[in-house]
């Protein structure tokens, strides 16, 4: 096959060697046909392809395929391993929560308790005081009462003296204290009824 | 300026055997090259085996996965068998595309005699495969069932047809992409040489400058592309004589 592009008088040199060797080629044509090379190629393709076929079969496939499978199964594992990790995580925190659940059940029935057993006590120190301050309350009555009866019984004595000079005084005679105090009692008992 | 003297074979080293030509050419030389880096670039990325990969690991490992991927969908847990045989192809048939993008590389997939015997073999593991799972209800793969009678009369014939064309495509759209792209790029090339070669019109060189500019970058796509089709279509083919397709 014979191209010439382009053809000046400048280039005219070039040109006869370009035509001398496109015409060597002219005559086998088109080298992909040129049968007598076949075998040859297709020889040392075998040998190559061939070659090359074990070498990825038996060494380089296994290798690199290994090494991916390797890292695959790693991440498998660490993914198995991490849902493992926050299973216990997730049960860790239901037990805390279960335990804090039940020692605030505990504390608040130990508060109850300690509550029952103060207000029992303060109760009974209170009655105790109670008690105490009503004795001491009744003693003072007691004592009032007495200091009271004892200022009537000198409030009478005073009335009946002071009733006897007014009527020796007046009229001019000695009474006779029995029937004095009996008026005085009577008078008394008037006042008070009215 | 033959745009296609670069697909020419040349002889590095004489060999012969069986009364076969099977010397060492261009074409032997850059399909070692690029298992060797394939095979260095996934050894060295993997020489640590790390849980927490580096930078070459990862990408070692997004090569692999990204192959994995394409055979999982495709075929599910019970082609993973044929894993090593695609990401072989892939990486392959990627490499020698990639390789062949350098100046003065020899594109080893640009030949359909190497196309053609990778689509041959993918061929051969899907008859093999075929034939060693279903036996002879392999043939039920051109006859889909749950058709009203009359449409196998058509169906089966495009069936039997697509299936004998499998070969070709799978082979001739990689050569011809790869040769094609190849040539363009070549054509582009000639075109800035000798316009710049051209006095007055040499400023005009800087057109296929650009063009050529586009190229590499349509090329460098394409490589990557035809790599993955060659790899995808092998895997669909594969898939279809899988028990998925193929009921019993």
């Not at chain 1, 006869?16 to 040392?44: C, K, N, R, Y």
């Not at chain 1, 003693?139 to 007014?166: N, P, Q, Y």
């Not at chain 2, 004998?164 to 582009?188: D, E, Q, T, W, Y």
């Not at chain 2, 400058?209 to 035809?226: C, H, K, P, R, S």
């Amino acid at each position: 096959m014979m191209i010439v592009f382009f053809d000046t008088s400048q280039a005219a040199g070039h040109a006869t060697e370009t035509v001398v060797e496109a015409a060597e080629h002219t005559s086998s044509g088109m080298p992909q046909l040129d049968f007598s090379t076949f075998p040859s190629q297709i020889f040392w393709l075998a040998i190559a392809f061939g070659f090359l076929y074990l070498a990825l079969d038996r060494f380089l496939i296994p290798r690199i395929g290994g090494a991916i499978e390797e890292r695959k199964d790693r991440i498998a594992d660490d993914l198995d391993m991490a849902a493992r990790k926050k299973a216990e995580a997730d049960e860790a925190v239901i037990a805390y929560e279960k335990n804090l659940a039940e020692a605030r059940a505990k504390a608040s029935v130990i508060a109850a308790e300690n509550r029952a057993v103060l207000d029992a006590q303060l109760a009974e120190e209170s009655t105790a005081q109670e008690a105490e301050l009503d004795k001491a309350a009744a003693k003072a009555d007691a004592k009032i009462a007495k200091a009271r009866s004892e200022a009537m019984h000198h409030v009478e004595e005073i009335a009946l003296e002071v009733a006897g000079e007014l009527v020796a005084k007046l009229g001019n005679i000695t009474p006779d204290p029995k029937k004095l105090q009996n008026a005085l009692e009577l008078a008394r008992t008037q006042s008070e009824a009215s | 300026m033959d745009p296609l003297h670069q697909f020419n074979i040349e002889r590095y080293g004489e060999f012969h055997l069986f009364g076969m030509d099977l010397s060492f050419t261009n074409s032997s030389f850059f399909a070692l090259l690029a298992v060797a880096l394939v095979v260095a670039f996934l050894a060295f990325g993997s020489r640590k085996r790390a849980l927490v990969p580096g930078r070459m690991q990862s990408l070692a490992e997004l090569f692999y996965e990204f192959v994995a991927q394409m055979v999982r969908s495709t075929m599910g847990q019970e082609g993973f068998r044929f894993f090593p045989l695609i990401f072989s192809l892939f990486a392959f048939v990627l490499t020698t595309n990639l390789l062949g993008m350098f100046p003065y590389f020899f594109t080893v997939t640009s030949h359909i005699a190497v196309t053609g015997a990778l689509a041959l073999m993918v061929i051969s593991v899907v008859l093999i495969y075929g034939f060693s799972r279903h036996g002879l209800k392999f043939f039920k793969l051109f006859a889909p069932s749950g058709l009203p009678l009359p449409l196998y009369f058509v169906i089966v014939p495009i069936e039997i047809i697509s299936f004998l064309a499998r070969p070709f495509s799978l082979s001739i759209r990689l050569f011809a992409n790869m040769m094609a792209g190849h040539a363009l790029m070549k054509v582009f090339a000639s075109f800035i040489v000798m316009l710049g070669g051209a006095g007055a019109f040499s400023v005009l060189a800087i057109l296929p400058f650009l063009t050529n500019t586009a190229v590499v970058g349509l090329e460098f796509l394409i490589a990557f592309l035809q790599a993955y089709v060659f790899a995808l279509l092998s895997c669909i083919y594969l898939s279809d004589v899988s028990g998925e397709h193929i009921g019993h």
